[in-house]
T-cell receptor, first 115, second 114 residues
Framework: AQKITQTQPGMFVQEKEAVTLDCTYD???????LFWYKQPSSGEMIFLIY??????QNATEGRYSLNFQKARKSANLVISASQLGDSAMYFC????????????FGAGTTVTVRA | DAGVTQSPTHLIKTRGQQVTLRCSPK?????VSWYQQALGQGPQFIFQ???????QRGNFPDRFSGHQFPNYSSELNVNALLLGDSALYLC?????????????FGEGSWLTVV
């Protein structure tokens, strides 16, 4: 069964605007971690932001924030003030305690920032 | 502080051949995981090495094997290459005793099988 679902294959956003990337997850555990990574065309997987399931506050890292709604099992990424360099593939991933050794990734969302 | 380094960056192999990919983890990390990312898809977990042993394995055939050395670096070997093995192979390093967001990826090795 799919553990991470990203329903938006591609998105366009105007420079300087905000964009929200959707991510829903499936787990029966109470303890888990959620990640967002950025992957430019070069291939490197760049860590953006992390949210632990017990973290009471939504994670923020600069222009990135994670809208964590535990009851809905969603962990949406918000990129504020988009820049041309934000154009890339974005992946949501989950790390579960019983399976602490690996990340399960979604299919990704391609973001294209327009000038 | 060096991040995760992988080599080679790109390579082309013929069906039936064997390939070895290499990974050096981030300084201070002792655990290495390998992922396969086919074009247009998310990465899929292959296996993870800790203390020179395979700790967990994903749904990949035995043609995929690995090794971890005492200095924590790791190799991924794929035998009897198939066209479907063409993908980006990503290495991730982490610290076994620390949970949370301590997972870092390298730039990957692009493998093309012809």
């Amino acid at each position: 069964a799919q553990k991470i679902t990203q329903t938006q294959p591609g998105m366009f956003v105007q420079e300087k605007e905000a964009v929200t990337l959707d991510c829903t997850y499936d787990t029966s555990d109470q303890s888990y971690g959620l990640f967002w990574y950025k992957q430019p065309s070069s291939g490197e997987m760049i860590f953006l932001i992390y949210q632990g399931s017990y973290d009471e506050q939504n994670a923020t890292e600069g222009r990135y924030s994670l809208n964590f709604q535990k009851a809905r099992k969603s962990a949406n990424l918000v990129i504020s003030a988009s820049q041309l360099g934000d154009s890339a593939m974005y992946f949501c991933a989950m790390r579960e305690p019983y399976n602490d050794y690996k990340l399960s990734f979604g299919a990704g969302t391609t973001v294209t920032v327009r000038a | 502080d060096a991040g995760v380094t992988q080599s080679p960056t790109h390579l082309i192999k013929t069906r039936g051949q064997q390939v070895t990919l290499r990974c050096s983890p981030k300084s201070g990390h002792d655990t290495v995981s390998w992922y396969q990312q086919a074009l247009g898809q998310g990465p899929q977990f292959i296996f993870q090495y800790y203390e020179e042993e395979e700790r967990q394995r994903g749904n990949f055939p035995d043609r995929f094997s690995g090794h971890q050395f005492p200095n924590y670096s790791s190799e991924l070997n794929v035998n009897a290459l198939l066209l479907g093995d063409s993908a980006l192979y990503l290495c991730a390093s982490s610290l076994a005793q620390v949970s949370g967001n301590t997972i870092y990826f390298g730039e990957g090795s692009w493998l093309t099988v012809v």
